[in-house]
């Protein structure tokens, strides 16, 4: 039984640098979801889809964030022109349909 | 705009002592509410789900409760490894019910058990 996974696990990069990362969902499940959590604070809801399609994205997310999910399986996430306010724990997680979502191990960005 | 409070925000018990964290909400359509367990530097596990008020769920020494404003998550004679961040979270629906995909989650409570 394989869970979400992500990757890579750490990231550091310098401000003004593009990183991608990558979430691969349990297999059978059809949404995926991107969340954002800094440290003392609850997830905070990014974009998700269903199968190829983008569903919904955050009215606070920046223009530099965009994701993709091109065949309905694993998704990634890029950031471009990557900010200090961009450090933070990046979380997948996978859902059949609107069920209960299931989270990868997370994805540790900081930005110097 | 919906709203997930939790509180307290640390809780400290020793080992075998009883609480209860509390998770109060403000939503327009209620579809679900989440409880989840995380440990530092790892993602969320699901613990529960929760649909309706009056509805329970139990897991070992865990009991999650609904109301229509909020839920409460039992912790009975807690060990030391219980001890983590416990979220909530909300699922909504629109007006016409249908539901929301994502989830707003508290700011959590971190909960440490002294052997």
């Known amino acids: 039984d394989t869970g979400v996974s992500q990757d890579p696990r750490h990231k550091i990069t310098k401000r003004g640098q593009n990183v991608t990362f990558r979430c691969d969902p349990i297999s059978e499940h059809n949404r995926l979801y991107w969340y954002r959590q800094t440290l003392g604070q609850g997830p905070e809801f990014l974009t998700y889809f269903q199968n190829e399609a983008q569903l919904e994205k955050s009215r606070l997310l920046s223009d530099r964030f965009s994701a993709e999910r091109p065949k309905g399986s694993f998704s990634t996430l890029e950031i471009q022109r990557t900010e200090q306010g961009d450090s933070a724990m990046y979380l997948c997680?996978?859902?059949?349909?609107?069920?209960?979502?299931?989270f990868g191990p997370g994805t540790r960005l900081t930005v110097l | 705009e919906d709203q997930v409070t939790q509180s307290p925000e640390a809780l400290r018990l020793q080992e075998g002592e009883s609480s209860s964290l509390n998770c109060s909400y403000t939503v327009s359509g209620l579809r679900g509410l989440f409880w989840y367990r995380q440990d530092p530097g790892k993602g969320p596990e699901f613990l529960f789900t929760?649909?309706?008020a009056g509805e329970e769920k139990e897991k070992e020494r865990l009991k999650a409760t609904l109301t229509k404003k909020e839920s409460f998550l039992h912790i009975t004679a807690p060990k030391p490894e219980d001890s983590a961040t416990y979220l909530c979270?909300?699922?909504?629906?629109?007006?016409?019910?249908?539901?929301?995909?994502?989830?707003?989650f508290g700011q959590g409570t971190i909960l440490t058990v002294h052997p």
């Open positions: 997680a996978s859902s059949l349909g609107a069920g209960e979502q299931f």
């Open positions: 929760l649909y309706s």
């Open positions: 979270a909300v699922q909504t629906t629109n007006a016409g019910g249908t539901s929301y995909g994502k989830l707003t």
